[in-house]
């Protein structure tokens, strides 16, 4: 950083937006769009606006228009000067027109537990406040001076072409790749890159940038054209090739850097990566200062500054090492004949790059490490040496996909198929490699959430490792110090009834490295293992769950975990009811179970199940409750089949619970009586209040023989069945207890150091 003051002034601008963007307090006044929004628009509202399209993108088989320097009108009044989406059936409306529209308004949602992605953090850092539905465009006016579709149709023709000549999934990674459009991009495919850590290839970067506009500005200067026409044409190059892929963060980035290269070449100046990548990120955040809470933002700059600081010393110690190892060997290697000095030679060659490519590689990791765990909570275990056996196609991908696209535009598909078959090839390795490496044992390790002082403590060792240890004790202090923080925190005794809707999943921390889940699922929240479960497990660090408790077999308790075994999230034992009807649902898990690998345990009332500090006594049903409910297949009631469980916490080992927990699936009042009759449970100090708050459970007297003092009620705010019911919530708050509910509070936390609600 010596001498570099715009670096300085760089890293100034951004303490000051980041303390106002993640502190308690904006000082900056950085969410003053977004909080105008929230105190001034209510969702469902109808509204009639008028503003400037900027921006549209293919998603979710509709296009996704973004419109700016926007005025609202509602019934309140009007809103001016903001800037929201809204999504239409027609991909013809063309940007920079001025559009007339009406619709009903929709926020973006915020997370509501632990580890969900925060969609309107997301839209905020992008300069989008909100969403318009059920649009219906009143008028378009468009400029006829300008094509400003020009570079959109461009792509869609691309993608066109990749679609035409490709199979699905190939021709959705390769529009991916080499027009940065995502709308085609296979989920599988998606997920199978992230899942090995090789996210970046799909979106356009600084790699892209060094391959296609890099590659062409020393072209044109071997060809002898001069520096100022070989600058501006590749710099022309560039800036289009950003407009032509929709002009991501990573792309900005990448393309200001190397136009400043280029100046830099034109004024006979020397460049300097830091100081480019500074000024690049002082015009984003001038631009719009909320970037700095843009993932793709902290990514780019992230990998900036670990090449700078971590990567290029590493490299450069280990080139130095390999110069005193192959002069020492030079010094006992004399009279050695041509043969085996030219196989030495490429030997050296090959461990050179090797070797330097797994250090440079393995130093960007340590450098990215606290931002891949703050954004994804995970870490792709073989992502050093995967990039080693990938990133070398992805020049010959990128350039053949290009040229393919291009003939297939001017000259016709038949002559781009040929041009565009070796792709076929190098997607079908690249994904045979991907898939490998994500087969093998710990291909992801969930590390879970670090703190700020966490990772504070973590760059200030780095530091120190690189300042004043050298040779190969630095490498070991570096590995060791990077495996340590892939250890996950155990973690403290905790119950965590997750916001799933309507629905129940709670999440329970023995506190002795066992983890234990009850339920799981949802019928108002689609995809809720996906989008709030597995985030949740991930943000608390828990790679697997040792035992998973399902009361009953009803979709809204059950959903997720079905879709967390299909991903394979490691599930060591799957609990049930002993007497749980052996319905159409409960084969298909069962059958699900065995194929991952997955125990099943049935418990008998009375069996406890447990670890060292915690146990789970099974209270209800017996065989007596299963001939009373169970019938015949058609009239079988699965709720009074429910799995009932007494949760005993003992921090001491003491024989004596410090904290006692009764979860009861969705039994009701009948149920509630013969548990409450038999006194198997008593004075407990947590109740998850039993069918979502549903009038016909939480009896008087079942309440009266539990007495809890925090009952929680998890159920959505709008749901068809009336949950949870004014009778019930009455005779619960009879009984003293501290009332909370997930569809107010979000998710809610139960610890030695009290309660504690996502919302408060």
């Not at 921390?509 to 989008?531: A, R």
């Not at 979000?746 to 610890?751: A, C, D, F, L, P």
């Amino acid at each position: 950083m010596q001498g570099r003051c715009l670096c300085k002034i760089s890293l100034l601008i951004v303490i000051v937006i980041a303390l106002s963007a993640y502190g308690p307090y904006d000082y900056l006044g950085l969410y003053g769009s977004s909080q105008a929004v929230d105190m001034f628009l209510v969702d469902g509202d109808s509204v009639c606006s008028t503003g400037l399209i900027y921006r549209k993108e293919i998603k979710n088989g509709q296009t996704q228009y973004f419109v700016k320097d926007a005025q609202v009108i509602t019934a309140q009044g009007t809103l001016s000067s903001t800037s929201y989406s809204f999504n239409f059936y027609s991909d013809l409306i063309p940007i920079k027109s001025k559009i007339k529209l009406s619709g009903t308004i929709s926020k973006f949602q915020e997370p509501r537990n632990h580890g969900e992605f925060n969609i309107k953090d997301y839209y905020n850092s992008i300069g989008i406040y909100f969403q318009i539905k059920d649009v219906e465009v009143l008028e378009i006016n468009t400029s006829e001076s300008v094509d400003y579709d020009l570079f959109y149709r461009f792509n869609k023709s691309f993608v066109n072409v990749f679609s035409s000549l490709l199979p699905v999934d190939e021709a959705g990674m390769l529009s991916s790749v080499v027009a940065g459009n995502k709308s085609e991009l296979d989920v599988d495919t998606r997920s199978l890159f992230q899942g090995v850590g090789l996210a970046h290839i799909l979106a356009v970067s600084g790699l892209h940038v060094s391959i296609v506009c890099m590659l062409l500005y020393r072209l044109l200067r071997r060809c002898g054209i001069s520096f100022i026409v070989s600058s501006v044409f590749a710099g022309a190059v560039a800036v289009a090739y950003g407009i032509f892929t929709g002009g991501s963060v990573s792309s900005i980035r990448a393309i200001g850097m190397f136009l400043l290269y280029l100046l830099a070449q034109v004024l006979g100046e020397s460049y300097d990566m830091l100081t480019a990548a500074s000024a690049m990120a002082i015009m984003l955040l001038v631009s719009n200062p909320l970037y700095i809470k843009n993932g793709s933002f902290l990514l780019s700059f992230g990998a900036i500054l670990s090449i700078w600081f971590v990567a290029l010393p590493l490299n450069k110690n280990f080139m130095e090492l390999r110069k005193e190892q192959k002069n020492r060997l030079r010094t006992f290697s004399i009279g050695h004949g041509r043969t085996r000095d030219f196989a030495i030679k490429v030997i050296n060659k090959l461990i050179d790059y090797v070797g330097g490519t797994l250090i440079f590689s393995f130093g960007i990791n340590v450098g990215m490490l606290p931002l891949l765990v703050m954004l994804y909570h995970e870490v792709p275990t073989y992502s050093i040496m995967l990039n080693i056996v990938i990133l070398p196609v992805m020049p010959l991908l990128l350039l053949l996909g290009l040229l393919g696209g291009m003939v297939g535009i001017g000259f016709g598909l038949a002559v781009a198929d040929i041009i565009l078959k070796p792709c076929h090839l190098l997607i079908i390795y690249m994904e045979s490699i991907s898939r490998f490496f994500l087969g093998l044992p710990r291909a992801k390790l969930i590390i879970g959430h670090h703190g700020l002082w966490f990772t504070t403590i973590y760059y200030l060792i780095v530091i120190l490792i690189l300042k004043y240890k050298a040779g190969i004790v630095r490498y070991l202090a570096l590995i060791g110090l990077y495996l340590i923080w892939l250890v996950p925190n155990k973690g403290d005794f905790e119950i965590a009834v997750l916001d799933v809707g309507q629905g129940d999943g709670i999440y329970i921390n023995s506190g002795d490295g066992i983890h234990y889940f009850i339920d799981g699922g949802s019928t108002s929240k689609s995809k809720i293992g996906e989008y709030t479960l597995l985030p949740f497990l991930k943000y608390k660090g828990v790679g697997s769950i040792d035992y998973w408790f399902l009361s009953h077999m009803d979709e809204d308790h059950v959903s997720g975990v079905f879709e967390l075994l299909e991903q394979d999230y490691e599930i060591s034992n799957i609990v049930l009811s002993a007497e749980i009807p052996a319905d159409e649902k409960y084969l298909e898990l069962t059958h699900l179970a065995e194929e991952k690998g997955t125990n099943i345990i049935y418990m008998n009332r009375g069996d406890i199940l447990g670890s060292k500090h915690l146990s789970f006594t099974c209270v209800y049903p017996d065989k007596e409750a299963a001939v009373s409910y169970g019938g015949s297949s058609d009239e079988v009631d699965l709720n009074a089949l429910s799995l009932c469980l007494l949760m005993e916490y003992d921090s001491n080992c003491d024989e004596t619970a410090d904290y006692t927990g009764f979860f009861g699936g969705d039994i009701a009042s009948e149920q509630e009586l013969d548990i409450a009759s038999l006194g198997l449970v008593k004075d407990v100090d947590f109740l998850k209040v039993s069918h979502h708050g549903s009038r016909f459970s939480s009896e008087a007297s079942f309440l009266e023989a539990l007495s809890p003092d925090v009952a929680v009620i998890s159920c959505a705010k709008k749901n068809r069945y009336g949950h949870p019911a004014l009778e019930a919530i009455q005779r619960i708050e009879d009984t003293g207890a501290d009332l909370i509910y997930t569809m107010n509070s979000g998710q809610i936390t139960i610890s030695d150091d009290g309660i504690w609600t996502f919302i408060p």
